[in-house]
């Protein structure tokens, strides 16, 4: 079975959703034959590289709250970061442009260690002190070898904005077209949707229900056809 997760490193439900689906994941009796794969949803596609704003300003000016309602939901957001065993920080984060990540995770995907770069850019950008966005390039390179890949293929990535750029806009197209105007946004067997940062029981249901209505193989077969199995191959009567 394959799970496809939209996703945003700026996300802080998707931070906590992948912590809940996984918990669902690990007690799933099916678990090993599970595929996942992250695919690319940017929340503020529009913004530069480069410009980078700390959060609460970010939350002030796109949902008009105050800066005391603002921080009152980075606070309920760290109480459940907590919940799930993730370290999150309430105060003194940043936001910016989340493209360049988006293609290195496609990167890491060729190299089968999409997961591993996807928790590390998470841990880093809602659970360190240092900045995910004002460092530049180097602090990318730094996570993406922290997570298996090779220095020198990431910075031939991020010097080419051309480099995987297209795999990241047919992910968002995809979105589109699945119906997907948030994230996270969970897809089983291109079956099921479940959208936001559910508890990890309606993950299991998910999991479970979608695993149960998994199309059986029909046969078409008359049963006059010869065949080889364990045992041998028929032998032509005629």
């Not at 940043?94 to 360049?100: A, C, E, L, S």
């Not at 995809?174 to 990890?200: H, I, K």
């Amino acid at each position: 079975m394959k799970v496809e997760i939209w996703s945003d490193i700026a996300c802080p439900w998707c931070y906590v959703g992948k912590a809940r689906f996984e918990k669902a994941l690990e007690a799933f009796p099916h678990r090993d034959q599970v595929e996942v794969v992250h695919r690319s949803f940017e929340l503020d596609p529009g913004r530069a590289k480069g410009d980078v704003q700390p959060v609460l300003a970010m939350l002030t000016k796109k949902y008009g709250m105050s800066e005391a309602q603002a921080q009152a939901g980075e606070e309920n957001l760290g109480a459940q970061a907590a919940a799930e065993g993730l370290d999150y920080r309430t105060r003194d984060r940043d936001h910016g442009n989340t493209f360049d990540m988006h293609r290195l995770l496609h990167l890491a995907k060729e190299h089968g260690r999409q997961d591993e770069l996807i928790q590390i850019l998470y841990r880093a950008n809602f659970a360190e002190e240092r900045s995910l966005f004002s460092e530049g390039d180097e602090r990318l390179v730094e996570l993406a070898v922290e997570a298996g890949l090779d220095a020198d293929a990431v910075r031939t990535v991020l010097a080419d904005p051309a480099r995987y750029a297209d795999e990241v806009r047919a992910d968002e197209r995809e979105a589109a077209e699945l119906g997907a105007n948030g994230v996270p946004f969970f897809v089983l067997d291109r079956a099921y949707g479940v959208s936001g940062a559910q508890p990890a029981e309606v993950f299991a249901q998910a999991l479970t229900q979608a695993w149960g209505d998994r199309s059986p193989l029909k046969l078409i077969d008359d049963g006059g056809a010869e065949a080889c199995g364990p045992d041998g191959c028929a032998v032509p009567q005629h």
